[in-house]
């Protein structure tokens, strides 16, 4: 069964380091999206990406934060200056089209020293 | 009030027992839902996803919805060890963009369920 792949498991990065966490979608869905989990806390929704563009994003999205998809087949999510409060799960998804089912990846936690 | 309200349990059934698991919300819009089962550290897996108001059945899991009282319900029929998770319930206006609405998810913060052997 197809699913959504994210690497690395975990990676562990000291303050304002840049890191890179990216994210292969199942392979026909169109529709891309990041969240994250801090610990204890809810999953939340970060952004939204679609036709090589950002849908919609949420307040925590700020210009510390970038996506890109830089072929067919990868969806990265970049934070530029990391801060300690970055440490979370993050989540990358991908949107079956013709149901509107929202599939996850197993996630990649992120540890800020 | 929040958004979307679950209790956190822990919940703590025996094995073969009807679980049932709720969320609240306040947000009106909502239309789309669902329920995740996530295990420790591990991505959430859709486990149901129903449209508006209604039921939906799936093996031993069945999603209500009841859009009038803002309230939705997963129930675990026969539950097993295997079971055992953290279950979120997660809602959204819409996933048509172009049409006005929000992509956006928003979850309920868990129910960590242990089914007991």
């Known amino acids: 069964e197809p699913e959504v792949t994210q690497t690395p498991s975990h990676q562990v990065t000291q303050m304002g380091q840049e890191v890179i966490l990216r994210c292969v979608p199942i392979?026909?869905?169109?529709?891309f999206y990041w969240y994250r989990q801090i610990l204890g806390q809810k999953v939340e929704f970060l952004v939204s990406?679609?036709?090589?563009?950002?849908?919609?994003k949420s307040e925590i999205f700020d210009d510390q934060f970038s996506v890109e998809r830089p072929d067919g087949s990868n969806f990265t999510l970049k934070i530029r200056s990391t801060k300690l409060e970055d440490s979370a799960m993050y989540f990358c998804?991908?949107?079956?089209?013709?149901?509107?089912?929202?599939?996850f990846g197993e996630g990649s936690r992120l540890t800020v020293l | 009030q929040k958004e979307v309200e679950q209790d956190p349990g822990p919940l703590s059934v025996p094995e073969g027992a009807i679980v049932s698991l709720n969320c609240t919300y306040s947000?009106?819009?909502?239309?789309?839902f669902m329920w995740y089962r996530q295990y420790s550290r591990k991505g959430p897996e859709l486990l149901m996803y129903?449209?508006?108001?209604g039921n939906k059945e799936d093996g031993r899991f069945t999603a209500q919805v009841d859009k009038s009282s803002k309230y939705i319900s997963l129930f675990i029929r026969d539950s097993q060890p295997s079971d055992s998770a953290t279950y979120l319930c997660?809602?959204?206006?819409?996933?048509?963009?172009?049409?006005?609405?929000?992509?956006?998810?928003?979850f309920g913060k868990g129910t960590k369920l242990t089914v007991n052997p």
């Open positions: 947000n009106s819009a909502f239309q789309y």
């Open positions: 392979s026909n869905h169109l529709y």
């Open positions: 990406f679609y036709n090589n563009e950002i849908s919609e």
């Open positions: 998804a991908s949107k079956r089209q013709d149901t509107g089912e929202l599939f």
């Open positions: 129903t449209y508006s108001s």
């Open positions: 997660a809602m959204s206006p819409g996933f048509l963009i172009t049409q006005g609405g929000s992509e956006k998810l928003v």
